[in-house]
C-alpha cells in the first residue's frame, strides 16, 4: 500500500474518551542521532499542533520512550561479528540487529527539545529487560510483558487512540497494531510520523496491515 492510496478520515471531533500516544520523538531517532528516522526533526511542528488540541480540550496525552541498558541484546555491538541492521531472530529478539541508541541516562534517549512535553499525563519507558525488544507502547516484543499503557488508558475511560511520532514502521506500527488487540479504536496519524524502511518494502507493508486490521487513517487536518 503506498501513501497515495491512503483514504483519510475527515472532520474528527475529540472526545473526552480519546488520548493522543507520541511514540519515541526520541533525540536518537533524530537525523544525527544514532538510529536516524529521516526527516524525525520534520514532524515536531505538527505533533505540537496536534497536542495543543488535544491539550486545550482537556484530553490524554501520553508518550513513549524507549529506555535501553547499554547491554540489551537488540544492539549489534552486543554480538561480536555483528553489524546495525544484520538479521538476528530469537525469542524476543530481530528481525534485525541496532545500532546503540536510546540509552537510559543519555542526551540520546531525552526527548527532543522543541517537543512540547509538559502537557504529557504520562510517559511510558519500554525496552528496559536487555532480553527483550522493544517496538509497542503497549506490549514489549515477547508478547507477554505489559508496558502499563493499555491499563493507564482504560482506567481513564479511554475508547480511541491517535497515534504519531517514530517510526513509522516499527513503534507507530507495533503500538497501533496492539491498540486494537487491546480494544481500541486507533487512528494513525500519517503525516506525523516517518519511517525507516528496513527492510525495503517495509513501510508499504506495515500500511497494508494496518488497513487489514482495521486501523484509520488520519492527518493533521483531519481534525476540527
Known amino acids: 500500500m503506498d501513501f497515495d492510496e491512503i483514504k483519510y478520515v475527515i472532520d474528527i471531533t475529540i472526545s473526552k474518551t480519546d488520548a493522543l500516544i507520541i511514540v519515541d520523538m526520541q533525540n536518537d531517532f533524530m537525523p544525527n542521532g544514532t538510529l536516524p528516522v529521516r526527516e524525525g526533526n520534520q514532524i515536531i511542528p505538527g505533533i505540537n499542533q496536534i497536542i495543543k488540541i488535544f491539550y486545550e480540550k482537556g484530553e490524554s496525552i501520553v508518550l513513549t520512550q524507549d529506555w535501553h541498558p547499554k547491554t540489551h541484546k537488540s544492539f549489534a555491538s552486543n554480538h561480536p561479528g555483528k553489524n546495525p541492521g544484520d538479521k538476528y531472530q530469537i525469542e524476543a529478539i530481530g528481525p534485525i540487529l541496532w545500532p546503540n541508541h536510546c540509552i537510559q541516562g543519555t542526551n540520546g534517549a531525552e526527548f527532543h527539545n522543541s517537543l512540547e512535553i509538559s502537557y504529557a499525563r504520562a510517559i511510558i519507558r519500554k525496552g528496559m529487560n536487555p532480553e527483550i525488544d522493544s517496538f509497542s507502547g503497549f506490549l514489549e516484543y515477547d508478547k507477554k510483558t505489559k508496558t502499563g499503557l493499555s ?74
Open 151 to 224: 491499563g493507564l488508558l482504560k482506567s481513564l475511560n479511554i475508547k480511541r487512540v491517535f497515534i504519531c511520532g517514530l517510526a513509522l514502521d516499527y513503534c507507530c506500527y507495533f503500538t497501533a497494531m496492539d491498540g486494537v488487540d487491546f480494544g481500541f479504536k486507533v487512528y494513525f496519524i500519517v503525516d506525523l510520523t516517518r519511517g525507516i524502511d528496513i527492510p525495503e518494502g517495509n513501510i508499504s507493508q506495515t500500511l497494508s496491515n494496518m488497513k487489514v486490521k482495521g486501523i484509520k487513517f488520519a492527518n493533521l487536518n483531519s481534525f476540527v
